[in-house]
């Protein structure tokens, strides 16, 4: 079955510190792969997503995240986090155009000054 | 200029009561989704229409019954209210190929 996993339900970093969510996909085919947010009270926000070619794929915000076929893993990076991107944030997995997301639960990022 | 709206933004209702959430988007994609954040804040998929076509409806009660006038709109009604449709719905559209862009949201509250 497919299925995403956020191992890291809740993580705190602080301030200017780096950051690192985990993201594992178990999927039949070659997955589209991509990181949502999700601030308080709105809804979601693409940061980026990989489909094929440099398995290291830039988003906005200063996010980045690397796809290694070899670990089923896709894991979302930030080399200085600030205060404002405390927030929700989901990895989720699609394969083909017209069919729905599954997404993992979530991690909910907390940045301490 | 919203590319995904809502409309309400939120909703609080009695049990037993119908309501409907409206969804519009303005980005000319032809794939259109419903998805329900439960209270723990996970994401599922309910529904999905393309070019007003039916082509995803995940298992779902009856009582929630997607509507699609046109490839710019998706409605989602929903009969006979339950305390355990409380929830965010999210609704959803992607071009081709599969990214999805969200709206805000409705947070529907049943009490």
């Known amino acids: 079955a497919q299925s995403v996993t956020q191992p890291d339900i809740h993580i705190t970093v602080s301030e200017g510190a780096s950051l690192e969510l985990r993201c594992n996909y178990s999927?039949?085919?070659?997955?589209?792969l991509f990181w949502y947010v999700q601030s308080p009270g709105q809804g979601l926000q693409l940061l980026l997503k990989?489909?094929?070619?440099?398995?290291l794929v830039q988003g906005i915000k200063g996010f980045e995240a690397e796809f290694k076929r070899s670990q089923s893993s896709f894991n979302l990076r930030k080399p200085s986090v600030h205060w404002s991107d405390a927030a929700e944030y989901f990895c989720a997995v699609g394969n083909q155009a017209g069919t729905a997301l599954i997404f993992g639960k979530g991690t909910t990022l907390s940045v301490s000054s | 200029d919203t590319a995904v709206s809502q409309t309400p933004k939120y909703l609080v209702t009695q049990m037993g009561n119908d309501k409907s959430i409206k969804c519009e988007q303005n980005l000319g994609h032809d794939t259109m989704y419903w998805y329900k954040q439960d209270s723990k804040k996970f994401l599922k998929i309910m529904f999905s229409y393309n070019n007003k076509e039916l082509i995803i409806n995940e298992t779902v009660p009856n009582r929630f019954s997607p509507k699609s006038p046109d490839k710019a709109h998706l409605n989602l009604h929903i009969n006979s209210l339950e305390l355990g449709d409380s929830a965010v719905y999210f609704c959803?559209?992607?071009?081709?190929?599969?990214?999805?862009?969200f709206g805000p949201g409705t947070r529907l509250t049943v009490t």
């Open positions: 999927y039949g085919a070659t997955p589209y």
């Open positions: 990989y489909f094929s070619g440099d398995t």
């Open positions: 959803a559209s992607s071009p081709s190929p599969i990214e999805q862009y």
